[in-house]
């Protein structure tokens, strides 16, 4: 059976300006000196980061579902690490770890196997939920 052909979301603009909006406040936290988000455990911070970036690319593998610009996210959440990473050096009260871009990557890889699931279609299925609900 051939795939189903990946038709543009009808509100890609508004997914897209969601999707800058969860980065920046991603930015934020990662700039805050003390961002109150901690886990208490030996590679908790490892696993934020994983965590993130899994969600950060889960998010931009639904906006933009074919391949070739699914690479082009991955990348581009990846570059959005080492930038963060580059700030902290930067910025006294965080600090740098070449780990934590490790673990961004580790949990953008995460993403790209979820991505083969039913999870690939979130944002198209509210989409279509939301054009039955009106509809109705």
Same mark, same amino acid.
Request: proline share 7%; hydrophobic share 55%.
């Given at each position: =059976?051939?795939?189903?052909?990946?038709?543009?979301?009808?509100?890609?603009?508004?997914?897209?300006?969601?999707?800058?909006?969860? =980065?920046? &406040?991603?930015?934020? =936290?990662?700039?805050?000196?003390? $961002?109150?988000?901690? #886990?208490?455990? $030996?590679? +908790?911070?490892?696993? !934020?980061?994983?965590?993130?970036? *899994? *969600?950060? =690319? +889960? &998010?931009? +593998?639904?906006?933009?579902?074919?391949?070739?610009? %699914? /690479? &082009?996210?991955?990348?581009? *959440?990846?570059?959005?690490? /080492?930038?963060?990473?580059?700030?902290?050096?930067?910025?006294?009260?965080?600090?740098?770890?070449?780990?934590?871009? #490790?673990?961004?990557?580790?949990?953008?890889?995460?993403?790209?196997? !979820?991505? %083969?699931? $039913?999870?690939?279609?979130?944002?198209?299925?509210?989409?279509?939920?939301?054009? %039955?609900?009106?509809?109705?």
């Amino acid at each position: =059976m051939p795939a189903e052909p990946l038709v543009r979301l009808h509100w890609h603009a508004w997914w897209v300006g969601l999707g800058a909006l969860i =980065m920046l &406040w991603t930015l934020w =936290m990662a700039l805050t000196p003390d $961002p109150a988000i901690t #886990l208490a455990f $030996p590679y +908790g911070d490892k696993l !934020l980061h994983a965590t993130t970036f *899994c *969600c950060l =690319m +889960g &998010w931009w +593998g639904n906006v933009y579902r074919a391949r070739r610009p %699914r /690479v &082009w996210a991955a990348l581009g *959440c990846l570059a959005f690490g /080492v930038f963060i990473e580059f700030a902290q050096w930067l910025d006294p009260p965080r600090d740098a770890d070449a780990l934590d871009v #490790l673990a961004d990557g580790v949990g953008i890889l995460v993403a790209l196997l !979820l991505l %083969r699931t $039913p999870l690939a279609s979130v944002l198209a299925s509210v989409e279509a939920h939301s054009v %039955r609900r009106q509809r109705d």
